[in-house]
């Protein structure tokens, strides 16, 4: 079973920064893409990023656009998120998620990932 472990949130104040990293517990995996969606207390989990693991094509929600960006590890399976400027807005659990098929629908979904982590908390004050 492949369990995705994030780690990396914390509390941080309005334009302050944050690297998430997630990776794998027990089994791994070769992804064909891997992502990252928040969901804030009260509210549906969005996507936030997304990036296909070969050819290193990116996917982002136009809210975190030039603040966030996510990345790999050129070797082993990690992603990363960094934030940077962040807002009390971008406070939420932040998860990350993978998936080994292509096909199962677009990468800026859900339903496109198989594998979850249990999320990291971010919380952004005034």
């Known amino acids: 079973q492949v369990i995705l472990v994030e780690s990396g949130g914390g509390s941080v104040q309005t334009g302050g920064s944050l690297r998430l990293s997630c990776a794998p517990s027990g089994r791994t995996f070769t992804p064909y893409a891997m992502a990252w969606f928040r969901q804030a207390p009260g509210k549906e989990r969005e996507f936030v990023m997304a990036?296909?693991?070969?050819?290193?094509?990116?996917f982002s929600t136009s809210t975190v656009n030039g603040r966030f960006s996510i990345s790999k590890h050129n070797v082993k399976t990690e992603l990363y998120l960094q934030m940077n400027n962040l807002n009390p807005n971008d406070t939420a659990i932040y998860l990350c998620a993978g998936t080994a098929q292509p096909g199962r629908g677009s990468v800026m979904t859900e339903a496109a990932y198989e594998f979850w982590g249990q999320g990291t908390q971010v919380t952004v004050s005034p």
């Open positions: 990036m296909l693991w070969t050819g290193y094509n990116t």
